[in-house]
């Protein structure tokens, strides 16, 4: 039985995304290696709320995983994210990052938004 999922997301530059995440979302800073002073970070944990990445700089995972070597590079997938109060999150980061989606409502009846972060993935959040 799974007990829960983190995605760890392969990024072009660690220290660029977790400014982005940080600034921009408002995200916490868990852990980071080597430690968050040192000029190039390979890996960083970032916690929102109930909300959990991970980001691995590409040529590091590659190695890791020499399997995803032969991926696109970044930016190949979208995250699905549960808010409270998405207007208020929309004017917070609106002209800080590329909204593609602006607040509407889905055939499903969700009401949602989607931006790009700094290395190309889709975020969308919904209330």
Known sequence: MMQHITVNLKVDNVK???AF???ILGFEVLMT???????ILNWAMVKNGGAQLMFQEKENLEEEYPVLKQESGTGCLTLFVKV???E???????GKAE????IHTTFYGAKE???VDNN???LTFAE
């Open 16 to 18: 660029d995304t977790l």
């Open 21 to 23: 995440y940080k600034d």
């Open 33 to 39: 290696v080597p430690d968050e002073d040192q000029p």
């Open 84 to 86: 409270v109060d998405l």
């Open 88 to 94: 208020s999150l929309f004017a917070k980061i609106t």
């Open 99 to 102: 909204v593609i989606k602006p």
């Open 113 to 115: 938004f989607a931006i």
């Open 120 to 122: 190309g993935y889709v």
